[in-house]
């Protein structure tokens, strides 16, 4: 298992530093040199920065470089030259709060509104339920966000108007600040997590060693938590691994944006937007290990939940 984990992880880290790599060299402006030069710069002004950062070396040799400054952590920021490492580990706190926050959230609500919709399957709670999991998936993060911060921000004051509080300095301002970001960025997952799991769940509660637990006199609820989701969580599980990229990969960037946290997130928005090679490599290096440690964390619950999937 740690073995497949580790060639996986090779595999995905190389795949993706050559892809981003690349993507920098083909795209319009892509010339860090003329950027970094400013924009009144000569030609021979252009040509020192090239010599200087080694942009005038061949591709191959630009891509081993860079890779060993990201592996060693010396990578340095082309737009704002400040250290590529200590700004991601600086800002780490936010996306690792905002995510592990949403999905903690999304699970929880997932898990409930998926068991109430199939023990109450067919009547008025199911279909108020399914009508709230269609409007979930259907509304963007942006404009959900935008919506949340503007009416109960803004407006009503219910929550903080954007900004970070570290947990170190109050743990109440902390949860203030991420509750209606969490709401905001769980949405999406609470419906599709809801869904899946009602089917799940109707489905175990037809099978027959249910029907065996119900003829011995067990409590439904009992024969609900000890006997249906251990099973009917099964589908969901997996899905977590997934759902992590997505959210790292752009809902947690434009909650970041449209809450003002300051996080990865923005950092790595801001990065792009200034075609700085450096950050957006080691922020997408980083998340990728993140997703493919999460996975590998998903592959061992569910064994732990079916031993069949082992």
């Known amino acids: 298992m740690i073995a497949r984990v580790l060639l996986r992880l090779l595999v995905v880290l190389f795949a ?8 920098f060299q083909v795209i319009p402006g892509g010339d860090p040199a003329e950027r970094m030069a400013g924009r ?33 952590g010396d990578l340095v920021s082309y737009s704002r030259r400040v250290d590529v490492d200590d700004e991601i580990w600086r800002r780490l706190p936010i996306p690792l709060s905002l995510t592990l926050g949403a999905m903690v959230l999304a699970v929880v609500l997932g898990v409930a509104f998926g068991v109430a919709g199939a023990l109450y399957a067919g ?4 279909r108020l339920l399914a009508f709230l999991a269609l409007l979930a998936v259907s509304a963007p993060v942006m404009w959900l966000g935008a919506m949340g911060a503007h009416y109960l921000g803004f407006r009503l004051g219910l929550f903080p108007n954007g ?18 970001p969490w ?26 060693h249910v029907l065996a637990a119900r003829a011995r006199g067990i409590p439904e609820r ?42 990865v997130g923005q950092f790595a ?24 440690v999460v996975n590998a964390l998903a592959e061992l619950a569910s064994a732990a939940l079916d031993p069949r999937v082992a």
């Not at 928005?269 to 493919?292: C, K, M, N, Q």
């Open 40 to 72: 009144g710069a000569s030609q021979k002004q252009v040509d020192a920065v090239r010599r200087e950062w080694g942009f005038d070396r061949s591709l191959p040799e630009q891509y081993v470089t860079t890779m060993r400054k990201a592996l060693t």
């Open 183 to 208: 709401v905001v960025l769980s949405a999406l997952f609470v419906g599709l997590y809801s869904r899946v799991l009602r089917s799940s769940v109707l489905e175990e509660l037809g099978s027959e």
């Open 269 to 292: 928005a801001g990065s792009i937007e200034r075609l700085d090679l450096p950050s957006v490599l080691a922020i997408t290096l980083f998340g990728a290990i993140l997703i493919v």
């Open 222 to 263: 009992q024969i609900v938590r000890r006997h249906v989701l251990r099973t009917a969580l099964l589908p969901v599980v997996p899905l977590l691994g997934l759902d992590l990229g997505a959210i790292l990969g752009g809902g947690a960037i434009l909650t970041e944006a449209i809450f003002d946290l300051g996080g």
């Open 16 to 23: 993706v530093s050559v892809l981003v790599f690349l993507i």
């Open 123 to 126: 009547r008025w709670p199911d």
């Open 163 to 180: 900004g970070y509080v570290p947990p170190g300095e109050s743990v109440g301002g902390w949860i203030s600040h991420l509750l209606l």
